[in-house]
């Protein structure tokens, strides 16, 4: 782990490469105009989630004190994220630290690679990131493990717009040429890197009332970030005082979060574009009408009878 000294900027990371970040070439496949991606455990992920590393993440010894933020991709993680990280330190960012320095994506072979030896060393509290469904959690399973997991849940159509926009052109995803129309046919369909976004979903919230998982929605968050950032708080056991709340809803506000060098990701060139817009609704922009009540009978379909629903605007 590189850390960069407080006040300079981290060295620029390289760009994704097959070769440097997917570890085991041979089971790479190649989908509909150009789609890259691999199976694991059945479930289509990116290159580099690499074999070696989800064993790693699998089996790592959890402390009963780690937090895991867990979401399917494109659903506000890393504004979670930075929104977790100044909760523990009252308020400020790490010194010395960007974001991705700071939250540990064990799954992953790209973005600041930790070994079991420097995951072992961290100290308390070790914040993990995971875009892993419920049966592939960081820690092994959430109902055997002391790991305190935070899922965070948007609604789907505008998880595949921001997905479609962040995805289009990525290395790891082949340069992907396929167009909106087809990007939401595979969303559907559960063929897009992550697996499916109602089982992914779904997995967590079925275990919603577990008392190491706490459940969140980006609209929530967003709406009453105040009531919501309290609750986060009590479920971790860090006392929010409403001066706390105030910094720390200014500090991570949408435009902060993209101007702040501590949560822009600025050291990665290939994320400058990972902050779109972050409102809700922005799917309009998108789906046709058609498209639109396709997608709303698909979605009665697959979430009825669950208890879980989500506000589109």
């Not at 105009?33 to 070696?52: A, C, E, F, N, Q």
């Not at 875009?131 to 505008?158: Q, S, W």
């Not at 990525?170 to 559907?188: C, I, K, N, R």
Request: with cysteine; hydrophobic share 35%.
């Amino acid at each position: 782990m590189s850390t960069a000294a407080e006040g300079s900027p981290p060295e620029a990371l390289p760009a994704y490469q097959d070769e440097l970040h997917a570890e085991v070439l041979d089971d790479i496949r190649i989908g509909e105009h150009g789609y890259k991606h691999r199976l694991i455990d059945g479930i289509v992920m990116p290159p580099y989630i690499t074999p070696s590393r989800y064993q790693l993440s699998r089996t790592l010894e959890i402390r009963p004190d780690d937090i895991c933020i867990t979401s399917y991709p494109k659903s506000g993680t890393n504004w979670l994220a930075n929104v977790l990280m100044r909760l523990i330190h009252g308020g400020e960012a790490p010194p010395g630290q960007t974001l991705r320095e700071s939250v540990h994506w064990v799954e992953s072979a790209i973005l600041y690679v930790r070994s079991k030896e420097e995951l072992d060393a961290m100290p308390s509290p070790r914040v993990f990131k995971s875009h892993m469904p419920f049966h592939m959690a960081v820690g092994g399973d959430p109902l055997e493990t002391p790991c305190r997991y935070v899922y965070i849940a948007r609604n789907p159509k505008d998880v595949a717009v921001s997905y479609f926009h962040f995805e289009s052109t990525a290395p790891w995803a082949g340069e992907y040429t396929g167009g909106w129309s087809h990007w939401l046919q595979m969303f559907v369909e559960g063929k897009l890197q992550r697996g499916d976004w109602f089982d992914h979903v779904l997995s967590w919230w079925k275990h919603r009332d577990a008392p190491n998982v706490h459940f969140m929605k980006y609209e929530d968050l967003s709406n009453d970030f105040d009531g919501e950032l309290r609750r986060l708080g009590g479920f971790l056991g860090y006392e929010v005082s409403d001066e706390l709340v105030g910094v720390i809803r200014e500090r991570t506000g949408f435009r902060n979060t993209k101007q702040d060098s501590f949560s822009n990701l600025h050291e990665i060139p290939a994320l400058s574009h990972f902050y779109r817009k972050g409102v809700i609704g922005s799917w309009k922009e998108q789906f046709t009408v058609l498209e639109s009540e396709w997608f709303d009978e698909v979605y009665r379909k697959r979430m009825q009878g669950t208890g879980l629903d989500f506000d589109f605007e």
